[in-house]
């Protein structure tokens, strides 16, 4: 069976008046249908679409004014009254890019890393190796040990404090 496409009718356009649609919309009819796509997105998703219809939503934001348009916000929404929502907009001013690691790596090899703790102290940890014919548990042992005492040697000499 082939399918012929109309050439006069662009992605994004409403079939009727060729205005164009925003993304969302596209998306939000696509998924509540019966598609065999929507179908297995809702399944494996657990998405149930759900329309409140004639509520009151007000937004507790970080911003005043409008949010623009396309603009995703982290917070909560609850239900306060039989017609009214509440969000709550995360108070959080880092963002997840800033996230500072805890003990950062000083060191990253094959077999091992090595991490630094806020006091400046240094300690190894042992990568989780794909164990198989030719890398077996002896093995990455011995691997592990002279990586250690490669690195070992590496902050003996001074080099270390590079890394």
Same mark, same amino acid.
């Given at each position: 069976?082939?399918?012929?496409?109309?050439?006069?009718?662009? /992605?994004?356009? #409403?079939?009727?008046?060729?205005? &164009?649609?925003?993304?969302?919309?596209?998306?939000?009819?696509?998924?509540? !249908?019966? !598609? %065999?796509? /929507? @179908?297995?997105? @809702?399944? =494996?998703?657990?998405? +149930?679409?759900?329309?409140? %219809?004639?509520?009151?939503?007000?937004?507790? #934001?970080?911003?005043?004014? @409008?949010?623009p348009l396309g603009n995703y916000l982290d917070g909560v929404i609850t239900r306060? /009254?039989? *017609?009214?929502?509440?969000?709550?907009?995360?108070?959080?001013?880092?963002?997840?890019?800033?996230?500072?690691?805890?003990?950062? =790596?000083?060191?990253?090899?094959? +077999?091992?890393?090595?991490?630094?703790? &806020? *006091?400046?102290?240094?300690?190894? #940890?042992?990568? @989780? &190796?794909?164990?198989?014919?030719?890398? !077996?548990?002896?093995?990455f042992c011995r691997r592990a040990a002279e990586e250690l005492i490669l690195v /070992?040697?590496?902050?003996?000499?001074?080099?270390?404090?590079?890394?």
């Open positions: 069976m082939n399918k012929v496409l109309n050439p006069n009718q662009q /992605a994004g356009f #409403t079939r009727f008046n060729n205005e &164009p649609r925003l993304v969302g919309d596209i998306l939000t009819e696509m998924f509540s !249908s019966n !598609s %065999p796509l /929507a @179908r297995g997105y @809702r399944q =494996h998703q657990s998405v +149930y679409p759900n329309t409140e %219809p004639c509520v009151d939503l007000k937004l507790l #934001t970080r911003e005043p004014g @409008r949010i306060d /009254a039989e *017609d009214h929502f509440l969000f709550i907009e995360n108070a959080t001013n880092k963002k997840r890019n800033d996230v500072q690691q805890r003990n950062p =790596h000083v060191y990253e090899g094959v +077999y091992i890393n090595i991490n630094r703790k &806020p *006091d400046g102290t240094l300690y190894p #940890t042992f990568n @989780r &190796p794909q164990f198989n014919e030719q890398l !077996s548990f002896l093995e /070992a040697s590496g902050f003996a000499t001074g080099l270390g404090e590079e890394m």
